[in-house]
């Protein structure tokens, strides 16, 4: 069983940056691949970012390149999503999600992670 908690959520007004953490638990951080996503109300759960167990491989969403970027520590047990040049269709709440397997590339959709967090809210203002 993996455990996942987010933090760095908050309000923040549109151009400014957040850093999201995941902290896992439960498993060999090492042995898992890591991914974000959000869900803003009313919409679909979308995928964001995610990054290989080593981070030699990450992948992002075409609207999110160069504005967002995902990293690991596996000293610490944490993935990060720094989001630069935020925008008010940014707000959403954002989940990490932990994928056991080993894949060629970072998996990009829900099925694939069988561990979520719990979600931090993000709400940027206009």
């Known amino acids: 069983q993996v455990q996942l908690v987010e933090s760095g959520g908050g309000l923040v007004q549109a151009g400014g940056s957040l850093r999201l953490s995941c902290l896992a638990s439960?498993?060999?951080?090492?042995?898992?691949?890591m991914g974000w996503f959000r869900q803003a109300p009313g919409k679909a759960r979308e995928f964001v970012a995610a990054i290989s167990r080593n981070s030699d491989n990450t992948v992002y969403t075409d609207s999110m390149k160069g504005r967002f970027t995902i990293s690991r520590d596996n000293t610490k047990n944490t993935v990060f999503l720094q989001m630069n040049s935020l925008k008010p269709e940014d707000t959403a709440v954002y989940y990490c999600a932990a994928d056991l397997y080993r894949r060629p590339k970072p998996a990009l959709t829900n099925r694939e992670y069988l561990y979520w967090g719990q979600g931090t809210q993000v709400t940027v203002s206009s």
């Open positions: 439960g498993r060999t951080f090492s042995t898992l691949a």
